[in-house]
Each structure stands twice: as structure tokens, then as C-alpha cells.
């Protein structure tokens, strides 16, 4: 095989790789190139502590969404976070989000605990109900002071 030959059907091999690993990186990392089948929700917090951006949105254990952005509200002295939900699931009006941890030390998410009513959120809406984390830091200092109510 010529030099030539031989230098072409490398770099075809190399370009379709790096395509295909490209490809990979995309899918297993779950990132959307243009914005994917989605809607919007957002709900405001008293405190997010160890929310991050990109986190978990589940319904039963079943990733539902995701956390688009954090935002501090200085005039309500809140966090509002922005949500991206799967456009298969309707949410009603009625429901509950609330920051969990998954275990011990693991990762925050957000939990949605659905509600009973017969209406729905529409894309843009604001879920109403909310639990902000629990700062286990806190917790053990109001323990160890005496200050546990």
C-alpha cells in the first residue's frame, strides 16, 4: 500500500473515532446540543445548600428533569431554581418540591412528591409547595449548645 493510501485511511479512522467518542461524550454525560424535549418550572427556597446546577429532578427514584440554573432573590431572601422537566410528565398544580441528599454524603437533588389535583403546571409555572435541605451542620450545633426545641 502506497504511503499515501496508507496516511489517508489513518486519518479516516481518526476522524470517525473522535466522531464516535464525541457521540459517546453526549449521550453518557446527558447533555443536550439544542435544548431537547422540555419545559420550564421554577420554585423559590429558603435555602438550597449543596444544590448544584445540572442536579437530579426525580418523581419515585425516576429522573424526571433537570436543574437548569440558581438564582439568589435578594428582595424575598431566597433561592429560585430553575427547572427543566421531561415534556412526557405533567405535573399538577398541588405539587411538593424538596431538596434531598442521596445518602449519607452523597449528591443533592430534587425530589418531587406529586400532588392530587386535577390541574396541571403549565410551562413557565411555579411550584408553590417547597422543603428547603436540611443543614446537618446546623442540626449538630443546636445539639451539642442545648438548643434543640
Do not use: W
Request: positive net charge; glycine residues 14%; hydrophobic residues 40%.
Amino acid at each position: 500500500m502506497k504511503k499515501g493510501t496508507l496516511e489517508l485511511v489513518v486519518g479516516i479512522f481518526m476522524l470517525v473515532g473522535i466522531i464516535c467518542l464525541g457521540y459517546l461524550s453526549v449521550k453518557l454525560g446527558k447533555l443536550e446540543l439544542v435544548g431537547g424535549d422540555s419545559y420550564p418550572l421554577y420554585a423559590e427556597f429558603d435555602s438550597v445548600s449543596g444544590l448544584k446546577q445540572g442536579a437530579f429532578v426525580e418523581i419515585a427514584g425516576v429522573e424526571v428533569g433537570r436543574v437548569d440554573t440558581i438564582v439568589f432573590l435578594p428582595a424575598k431572601g431566597m433561592a429560585r431554581v430553575n427547572l427543566r422537566i421531561n415534556s412526557g410528565v405533567k405535573l399538577q398544580d398541588d405539587v411538593i418540591a424538596a431538596v434531598r441528599t442521596r445518602g449519607i454524603i452523597g449528591d443533592k437533588f430534587l425530589k418531587l412528591k406529586p400532588g392530587g389535583s386535577e390541574r396541571n403546571l403549565v410551562p413557565g409555572g411555579r411550584i408553590r409547595e417547597t422543603e428547603s435541605s436540611v443543614d446537618i451542620e446546623e442540626l449538630l450545633s443546636k445539639y451539642i449548645h442545648g438548643k434543640v426545641e
